[in-house]
């Protein structure tokens, strides 16, 4: 199996971790938002911006460390092996033509694609836009000069966000099937490569794809 994508065979733990995180995630970035719209359309003092500009550094800190975990449980879910895999038996009839088909179990919610966080990072995304164009306007003060790095490690942190989503969307399982006649012979798998009609008393186990 090509794993292109996230697997859906995490255990029950990494799935509460992966909701934990998120919730993490999407709170880290309404500060951000938050912090930055103080920025853009507040006139602050120099003391006022060196505050902000403290609480956004948290703020980046942390949303750092939320995407790492998520990361990590992610990484780890690919290199695991799915537990239970479910073969489906029935009887096919002569005249059938359509393929067997299994019904797909729903995905479970942490790793269903979520549009409100899509458009939070959009969003995020545009506001860091526009206080970057005041950040510009105003190089001279030194208390702005400094959120320039600042505002480059959030897009960057908001640009990941986006890959991790997308990368998160399931992918079709393949699908196994399997066809039995009287006998416990197996065909073996170079004669399954090429497309052959089954002998008496054999067995096949193929893939969707193949």
Known sequence: MKKKRIPTWFSERQLAQL?????????????????????????LSDKQLIDTCESLEVTVTLMSSALRRRQQLVATGREQNPSVIQLTFRSVGA?????????????????????????ELDSLLEILHKAEGVIEDNLRRGSAKKLVPLLARLT??????????????????????????????????DELEAPHMPKPGEMEVFSEDQ
């Open 19 to 43: 909701r934990e995180t998120a919730i993490r995630l999407r709170q880290l970035n309404r500060n951000a938002l938050s912090l930055l719209q103080h920025i853009t359309f507040w006139r």
């Open 95 to 119: 005249d059938e033509v359509a393929p067997l088909t299994t019904k797909r179990e729903d995905t479970p919610e942490p790793l269903r694609p979520d549009r409100a966080w899509d458009n």
């Open 156 to 189: 960057n942190l908001v640009l990941k966000q986006q890959r991790h989503l997308q990368e998160l969307e399931p992918e079709e399982e393949p699908q196994i099937k399997v066809r039995y006649k009287r006998g416990d012979a197996i065909a073996r798998s």
